[in-house]
C-alpha cells in the first residue's frame, strides 16, 4: 500500500511539474515564434534576450489567465498577438527599411494611407509557424480544453503578471539582460535582441536630450562667435517666385559608377544650363519624409533629436520659424501641397504653425489626376504646382513648398511597365527597376516644368531635391554602392543617405553652387539665390557649413570630406554641441530663451 501511494504521489509531482511547465513555458514559445515570423532564427538570439522578451510577453499572458481565469485560450491569444507583432516588423522593415518604432504608433493614419500598394504574401516562415502553432493549439485544447485556473491559480497569474511589468515600464532594466538597440541598424537590433524588448527600449529615446547650458547668454556667445556670416546674395533680382519640390525616394545611383543602365534616370535635370547640380545628404532611408521636410523648412538637425521621431507630430506643437514664415514676413504668400492625404505626417496641424498660409492635398487638386502605380504622378504634380502660380495673388512673390508621392513604395506592382533596367543584368531586379522607370519620368516631367517656367515673365527659382533613397533590393543597393552593408566604412555608410538636388532659376545664377550639402542647410542656398536676406540663425547655419558641409542623424563630413559618426569626440565636437544647444532652444525655448528674445 504505501508503494501505491508512493507511486501516487510520483505521478502526482510529476503532473503538477508538467502543469507548471506548460503554464510558465507559453511566454518563452511565443517570443520564439514572433522572432521566427520576423525572420530571426533562435541562434541569432541570445538566452538573456529571449528571456527579456518572453517577460515583456508574459506580462500579457499571465494577466490574461488572471482575467480569464483560462490558460489555454491565454496562451493561443499571446501567440497570435506574437506573431502579429513579429509579421507587422516583417513587413515594415522590407518595405521601408526599418521596424516599428515607437514614434510610428501616432502615425497609423499615415501607413494607412500608403499601405494599399504594398505586397503583403506571407512568408514560409509565416506559414510554417502558423501551422505549428495551430497544430499545438489543437493539442493542448484536446488535453486540457480551455485550461481552467483556480481562483488562487489567478491571483499567483495576477502578481506573475505584475511582476513581469517592471521591466515593460521600466525599459532602462532590459539592459540587465543584455538586450541592446542600434539606431543605425534597427532591424539588425530587433532581429538579434527581440522585436518586443528592443521596440520598448527604444522608447527610451523618446525625449529630447537637453544640452548642459542653453540660458540665453551661452547661445548669445555663441552666435558672436559665429559672427556676421551673412549670406552672399547671389543674384539682383528682387524678390522672385520661389518652388521647392521635394521629390519622394529621389534618388542618384548613377553616381557612384557601379552600375550601367539601359537610359539615364536624371539625363536632363543633371545637364540643365543655369542650373546648380548636387547631392544632398539626408537623415532617413526608406522612408520619413517628413522629417527631410522638417531639416529642409526649419535648418535644425535630426541629428539631435531621437531615433526614429517624427518632429511634426511631437516637436511642431507651437508657432516654430522656418523658411516658409522667413518668406511672409518678406512679403511672400506662403502655399504648400502634397497630392497625398491630408493629414499625412500631420501636415495639416504642422504646416500652419511652420508659416504656410495654405495647404493643399490630393483631393484639393484643381487639374487632372493621372497615376503611376497608384499614386498622383509628378507630371499631374507639376501641373498643379502651374496652376498654384497662375492662381496666386496678382504682384505678389509666391513661395511654394511641394512634396511629391509618385516614386512613393512598394515597387512590387505586377506586370509595371519597366523602362529602365540594369544593362548586364536585366531583370534581375524587378522592384530596383521598377523604382529606376519611375525617376525617369521624374526627370520627364521636370523638363516640362522647367520649359513652362523658361517661358515666364516673372522671376522664379525652382528647387528640386529627394527626401531620402528608396527601399529596393538589397542586393541591388550593394551593387549600386559597390561595397555591402556589413563592409562599409563610414563614408560609404552615409551614401545611404544621399539625394540629389538641382537649383534652377530663369534668371542669371551668378556664383557656382555647392557640390555636396545638406538638407538643414539647403534653404540657405535657396535664399541667397533668391537674393533674400537669412535670419540669426540662417547666419549661424551659414557658418558652421564652411566647417562641417553636411550633417545628418547617421553622421557629418567635414570640408576635406571625411566622414565621422556622432559616436566620435573630434576637433568638430565644440561646433556641433553648439548648434543643438541652439536648435533647442529654438525648438523648446519658453518666453525666456534667446530665439524668443530676438522675435
Known amino acids: 500500500m504505501s508503494q501505491l501511494i508512493r507511486r501516487l504521489d510520483l505521478r502526482r509531482g510529476r503532473a503538477l511539474l508538467l502543469q507548471g511547465a506548460l503554464l510558465l513555458i507559453p511566454p518563452v514559445t511565443a517570443c520564439y515564434f514572433m522572432q521566427f515570423i520576423l525572420g ?38 499571446v501567440h497570435i498577438l506574437s506573431g502579429i507583432w513579429g509579421a507587422a516588423n516583417y513587413f ?3 518595405y521601408r527599411g526599418t521596424p516599428v518604432l515607437p514614434w510610428d504608433l501616432t502615425a497609423l493614419g499615415t501607413a494607412s494611407a500608403v499601405s494599399g500598394s504594398y505586397d503583403f504574401t506571407p512568408t514560409w516562415q509565416m506559414a510554417l509557424a502558423i501551422a505549428a502553432v495551430l497544430l499545438a493549439c489543437v493539442l493542448l485544447w484536446r488535453k486540457a480544453g480551455s485550461g481552467r485556473v483556480a481562483w488562487k491559480g489567478r491571483l499567483a497569474f495576477a502578481a506573475l503578471g505584475l511582476l513581469c511589468l517592471i521591466p515593460v515600464v521600466q525599459p532602462a532594466r532590459l539592459d540587465w539582460f543584455g538586450v541592446k538597440t542600434d539606431v543605425w541598424d534597427q532591424t539588425g537590433a530587433y532581429r538579434t535582441n527581440g522585436a518586443l524588448a528592443t521596440f520598448l527600449l527604444n522608447t527610451e529615446f523618446m525625449e529630447v536630450e537637453e544640452p548642459e547650458d542653453t540660458s540665453p547668454e551661452r547661445l548669445s556667445e555663441i ?48 545637364s540643365l544650363d543655369n542650373a546648380v547640380w548636387g547631392h544632398a545628404y539626408t537623415s532617413v532611408f526608406g522612408a520619413g519624409t517628413s522629417c527631410s521636410e522638417f531639416e529642409f523648412l526649419t535648418g535644425n538637425s535630426m541629428a539631435f533629436l531621437p531615433s526614429g521621431s517624427i518632429p511634426y507630430q511631437q516637436y511642431i506643437l507651437k508657432d516654430t520659424p522656418s523658411l516658409a514664415s522667413l518668406l511672409r514676413e518678406e512679403g511672400y504668400e506662403t502655399r504648400a501641397f502634397h497630392p ?40 499631374s504634380d507639376f501641373d498643379q504646382v502651374i496652376w498654384e502660380f497662375e492662381h496666386k495673388e496678382e504682384g505678389q512673390p509666391l513661395f511654394l513648398f511641394n512634396v511629391t508621392i509618385q ?49 515666364c515673365d516673372e522671376p522664379t527659382l525652382i528647387v528640386m531635391f529627394g527626401d531620402h533613397q528608396p527601399s529596393v533590393e538589397q542586393e541591388f543597393l550593394d551593387k549600386a554602392y559597390g561595397v555591402t552593408q556589413d563592409q562599409m566604412t563610414m563614408a560609404q555608410y552615409m551614401n545611404k543617405y544621399r539625394v540629389p538636388f538641382v537649383i534652377w532659376a530663369n534668371y542669371p545664377l551668378e556664383l557656382e553652387g555647392p557640390k555636396e550639402t545638406s538638407l538643414n542647410f539647403l534653404s540657405q542656398y535657396v535664399l541667397s539665390y533668391s537674393g533674400i536676406p537669412t535670419d540669426s540663425y540662417g547666419r549661424f547655419l551659414w557658418s558652421l557649413q564652411s566647417v562641417v558641409p553636411s550633417l545628418t542623424f547617421v553622421g557629418y563630413q567635414d570640408a ?7 559616436l566620435e569626440t573630434t576637433d568638430y565636437t565644440p561646433f556641433l554641441q553648439d548648434y543643438q544647444a541652439l536648435q533647442y532652444d529654438r525648438l523648446f525655448g519658453g518666453e525666456n530663451s534667446y530665439f524668443h528674445a530676438q522675435a
Open 340 to 379: 497625398g492625404e491630408l493629414t499625412s505626417w500631420q501636415r495639416n496641424l504642422a504646416y500652419p504653425l511652420l508659416g504656410f498660409e495654405q495647404f493643399k492635398c490630393g483631393v484639393d487638386m484643381d487639374v487632372p489626376q493621372a497615376l503611376e502605380h497608384g499614386y498622383v504622378s509628378d507630371q
Open 40 to 77: 530571426a532564427y533562435p541562434w541569432q538570439m541570445s538566452l538573456g534576450a529571449a528571456a527579456a522578451n518572453a517577460i515583456c510577453i508574459g506580462v500579457l499572458y499571465y494577466l490574461l489567465c488572471a482575467l480569464t481565469g483560462r490558460w489555454v485560450i491565454s496562451c493561443v491569444l
Open 223 to 270: 552666435m558672436d562667435h559665429a559672427g556676421d556670416a551673412s549670406i552672399p546674395l547671389q543674384t539682383s533680382v528682387d524678390h522672385p517666385n520661389i518652388i521647392a519640390i521635394m521629390n519622394e525616394s529621389w534618388a542618384d545611383f548613377e553616381e557612384f559608377g557601379n552600375l550601367e543602365l539601359t537610359q539615364s534616370v536624371t539625363d536632363y535635370i543633371s
Open 407 to 455: 516614386n512613393h513604395g512598394s515597387y512590387t506592382v505586377k506586370d509595371y511597365p519597366t523602362q529602365v533596367q540594369l544593362a548586364d543584368q536585366p531583370g534581375q531586379y524587378p522592384m530596383a527597376e521598377q523604382y529606376l522607370t519611375l525617376a525617369s519620368k521624374t526627370d520627364a516631367a521636370f523638363r516640362k516644368l522647367v520649359d513652362y517656367f523658361s517661358q
Open 560 to 566: 576635406l570630406g571625411a566622414a565621422y559618426s556622432h
Open 92 to 94: 515594415v522593415s522590407v
